[in-house]
């Protein structure tokens, strides 16, 4: 046998020959993007899920607001140039009796919006 015969049958009994097949990588996950209604939505549960009874909605201002305990929490949803929405969570007054509060909420936000 030829060299060049053994070098293809060694390389075809390894599997080493090029073929006609391509495999391609998965895409990768499409992340929905954020409508401000969805954010919305997202921050107003995630609070009530932690116990904040909502005092305010003002949707045109993207402010909620409501208390829990001694607790003021607020939620601002804002829409971004970019189309992108930004949502930010503040608590305020003694948070001694509660630390975990500010986390909990953001956390059932992510929840909320699949993340």
């Known amino acids: 046998m030829r060299p060049s015969l053994v070098a293809i049958a060694l390389a075809a009994a390894l599997g080493g020959l090029p073929s006609g097949c391509y495999v391609y990588p998965y895409p990768p996950a499409t992340v929905r993007p954020a409508s401000f209604?969805?954010?919305?939505?997202?921050a107003?549960?995630?609070?009530?899920?932690?116990g904040v009874r909502i005092a305010r909605e003002d949707r045109g201002a993207g402010l909620i607001e409501g208390n829990r305990g001694g607790n003021n929490v607020r939620a601002h949803v804002m829409s971004q140039t970019d189309g992108s929405v930004r949502v930010e969570f503040n608590v305020g007054g003694d948070l001694s009796g509660d630390p975990g509060l500010?986390?909990?909420i953001s956390?059932?936000?992510?929840a909320r919006m699949g993340r």
């Open 37 to 42: 209604d969805r954010s919305w939505n997202a």
């Open 44 to 50: 107003l549960l995630a609070m009530q899920d932690q």
């Open 107 to 110: 956390r059932s936000y992510d």
């Open 102 to 104: 500010p986390d909990r």
